[in-house]
């Protein structure tokens, strides 16, 4: 198996932030022309939830987090937990645009002589802090990372996603409850709330509505927001390191298949491929 090599960077590129608004806009558009390149290389994937939180991921990585892009390894880097594993066509796009690997790799998403596999894998894929897939379980480990920082006094923050469906687990709720029983200020959940999950909206196969009086019983500092309004996501990520003594869980209302028309809000592009067709007309629309 082929290994993904480190990309070459000075330490002020691995370190810079960015803030302007329509740049974070164009980062994020360039995750989705990545998503649609990887699942269409594929023939197979899941482009619905990935596209749905491109604008989540491109603030985490360009805005938010603490992480070095020549130190993926880094004991003192902020954790990021894509808890809905099968949106890991997202989490490769992000990870390559920031630059720990070519872009060019996410067309062999999911053959066999690669290393960017059906669902994220931390041993193969620099950046990647947890290896996910089993829904449910991602909050669990995000709750052993939070921990530990504060056990060690890191002082890191771990960010968690979780999908709308996910989070019928029950196992969310036992995490949930852990989190806020040790005061786990330094974490943070966001949930891609784009209503549908493989079977079909989350009201019809399991409604878990209201999401945030959920949360909020359980003990966590609650913000709703649009999640494609990119000074909406700044402004909650910076809300919720303000918060002390409970973690914070930002409801981002987003739309599956954002960015590309015919796959928006369509529960049959939560787990298939474009055709040749789709895919230049989808690339077509990313490219305006």
Same mark, same amino acid.
């Given at each position: ?15 810079? =932030? ?52 020549? =130190? ?7 954790? $990021? ?72 006094? @890191? ?27 040790? =005061? ?33 019983? $359980? ?17 909650? $990520?910076?809300?919720? @390191?303000?918060?002390?003594? @409970? ?42």
């Amino acid at each position: 198996m082929q290994e993904i090599e480190y990309l070459e960077q000075s330490k002020e590129e691995s370190i810079l =932030k960015i803030t302007d608004i329509e740049e974070l806009k164009e980062k994020a558009n360039d995750i989705r022309r990545g998503i649609i390149e990887a699942v269409y290389g594929a023939k197979s994937g899941h482009p619905g939830g990935s596209l749905s939180c491109a604008d989540i991921l491109a603030v985490l990585y360009f805005n938010q987090m603490n992480i070095d892009k020549t =130190k993926p390894r880094d004991d003192a880097r902020d954790r $990021f937990i894509l808890s809905k594993g099968h949106a890991a066509p997202a989490l490769y796009s992000t990870l390559a645009n920031f630059g720990y690997f070519d872009v060019k790799e996410l067309t062999n998403l999911r053959h066999l002589d690669s290393n960017l596999q059906g669902h994220p894998d931390m041993n193969k894929i620099p950046g990647v802090d947890a290896s996910t897939g089993s829904l449910g379980q991602g909050l669990s480990i995000a709750n052993g990372m939070a921990m530990s920082s504060k056990l060690n006094s @890191k002082g890191i923050r771990v960010y968690c996603l979780l999908g709308d469906g996910e989070i019928e687990e029950g196992q969310i709720w036992e995490a949930a409850m852990t989190a806020s029983h040790y =005061k786990l200020d330094n974490l943070c959940v966001i949930v891609d709330n784009n209503n549908l999950q493989i079977d079909g909206t989350i009201e019809d196969v399991m409604s878990p509505y209201p999401i945030d009086e959920k949360f909020r019983s $359980f003990g966590f500092n609650t913000i709703n927001i649009d999640g494609h309004d990119i000074s909406q996501i700044i402004k909650a $990520f910076d809300m919720a @390191k303000a918060v002390k003594g @409970k973690p914070t869980a930002i409801i981002a209302k987003t739309v599956k298949g954002k960015g590309v028309s015919f796959m928006e809000n369509q529960v049959g592009w939560h787990g298939k491929a474009p055709n040749e067709e789709e895919y230049k007309k989808a690339m077509k629309e990313l490219k305006k």
